[in-house]
């Protein structure tokens, strides 16, 4: 069956990095739009980046350009975001989306950005 795997969320000062990963599984990962979505407690789910197939294109909330960059590897079956200048109000659960003809959605994890 179709599984998403994230990890890499923590705890981190502002002005920090970190760096999200999300193993794909049971599915045939370079046919799939990779995105990553947050949710910040109180607030609704909001798209943060998105890579197409092949990586050829990627798209960014404003909130994040230039800060925030999407990546994928497709021999790992892996989609990365690499997240620089954090803030707190980047404080959410960060999930990882396939998309192709179905939808695909990880479990989640935490970013928390806080002094």
């Known amino acids: 069956q179709a599984q998403l795997v994230e990890s890499g969320g923590d705890l981190v000062q502002p002005g920090g990095s970190l760096r999200l990963s999300c193993a794909g599984s049971?599915?045939?990962?370079?046919?799939?739009?990779m995105s990553w979505y947050r949710q910040a407690p109180g607030k609704e789910r909001e798209l943060v980046a998105r890579i197409s197939t092949f990586g050829s294109i990627t798209d960014y909330a404003d909130s994040v350009k230039g800060r925030f960059t999407v990546s994928r590897d497709d021999d790992k079956k892996t989609a990365y975001l690499q997240m620089n200048s954090l803030k707190p109000e980047d404080t959410a659960v960060y999930y990882c989306?396939?998309?192709?003809?179905?939808?695909?959605w990880g479990q989640g994890t935490q970013v928390t950005v806080s002094s």
């Open positions: 989306n396939a998309k192709a003809y179905v939808d695909y």
């Open positions: 049971g599915f045939y990962f370079p046919s799939y739009v």
